[in-house]
C-alpha cells in the first residue's frame, strides 16, 4: 500500500505558540490531501483539503486563519495550528491518495497537547 | 450534511466467532465505501474497499454492500483478539469524490 508520513509524532506547547505538521507521501505523488483533527472518543473530522500548487478547502466552521495550510510539492504538505490554545489539543492525522486510487492511506498522526 | 452512522458499540465477541459491524449512509449518490480499523492512538488503517453491490471477501474480512438500502456491513470471522479496535465505516462524496465522510467508528472486543 502508499506510504503517507507526519512528522512530529508527537508535540507540546505553550498556549500561543505556532505548531507546524508535515504530511509527506513518500511512494507517490499527492496533488491532493487531507488533514483530519480526531478528539478523543469522536471520529475523524475533516478539517481541510490541501492542493499542490493552489488554495486549501477549508470544512464549514474551520478557520482558514488558524489553521494554515501550505502544499508546495507533489509530496508535501505542512497544516500550522497559529496562537495554539488548550482546546485546539487534538490528534491531527493527514491523508493522501495515489493517482487513480479512491481509498485514502493515513499518516500515523500527531498528538497535540497545548499547555 | 452528508451522515454515516454507525453504533458506537463496544460490541463484545468471544474468540473465534464471527464479529458483525454494520454502517448505514445518507447520500445516495456515493459509490466508494471503506472499512478502516483504528487501534487506540493510532491513526487508521484500510482494511477494505467495496464499490458494487454483494459480497467481498479477503481472507478472514467480508465486506457487504446494499446501495437500495444505503447500507454497509462488515463480518470477522474468527474473531480474534487482536482484532479488538475501532472499525470505522467511511463513505466517499458523491459525484466522483475521492472525499471520505466517517462514522464515529464501533469498537470491537473480542475476548479470549
Known amino acids: 500500500g502508499a506510504v503517507v508520513s507526519q512528522h512530529p509524532s508527537r508535540v507540546i506547547c505553550k498556549s500561543g505558540t505556532s505548531v507546524k505538521i508535515e504530511c509527506r507521501s513518500l511512494d507517490f505523488q499527492a496533488t491532493t490531501m487531507f488533514w483530519y483533527r480526531q478528539f478523543p472518543k469522536q471520529s475523524l473530522m475533516l478539517m481541510a483539503t490541501s492542493n499542490e500548487g493552489s488554495k486549501a478547502t477549508y470544512e464549514q466552521g474551520v478557520e482558514k486563519d488558524k489553521f494554515l495550510i501550505n502544499h508546495a510539492s507533489l509530496t508535501l504538505s505542512t497544516l500550522t495550528v497559529t496562537s495554539a490554545h488548550p482546546e485546539d489539543s487534538s490528534f491531527y492525522i493527514c491523508?493522501?491518495?495515489?493517482?487513480?486510487?479512491?481509498?485514502?492511506?493515513f499518516g500515523p498522526g500527531t498528538r497535540l497537547t497545548v499547555l | 450534511q452528508k451522515e454515516v452512522e454507525q453504533n458506537s458499540g463496544p460490541l463484545s465477541v468471544p474468540e473465534g466467532a464471527i464479529a458483525s459491524l454494520n454502517c448505514t449512509y445518507s447520500?445516495?449518490?456515493?459509490?466508494?465505501f471503506f472499512w478502516y480499523r483504528q487501534y487506540s492512538g493510532k491513526s487508521p488503517e484500510l482494511i477494505m474497499s467495496?464499490?458494487?453491490?454483494g459480497d467481498k471477501e479477503d481472507g478472514r474480512f467480508t465486506a457487504q454492500l446494499n446501495k437500495a438500502s444505503q447500507y454497509v456491513s462488515l463480518l470477522i470471522r474468527d474473531s480474534q483478539p487482536s482484532d479488538s479496535a475501532t472499525y470505522l465505516c467511511a463513505v466517499n462524496r458523491s459525484g466522483g469524490s475521492y472525499i471520505p465522510t466517517f462514522g464515529r467508528g464501533t469498537s470491537l472486543i473480542v475476548h479470549p
Open positions: 467495496i464499490y458494487s453491490n
Open positions: 491523508s493522501a491518495s495515489p493517482p487513480g486510487a479512491r481509498e485514502q492511506f
Open positions: 447520500d445516495r449518490g456515493s459509490q466508494s
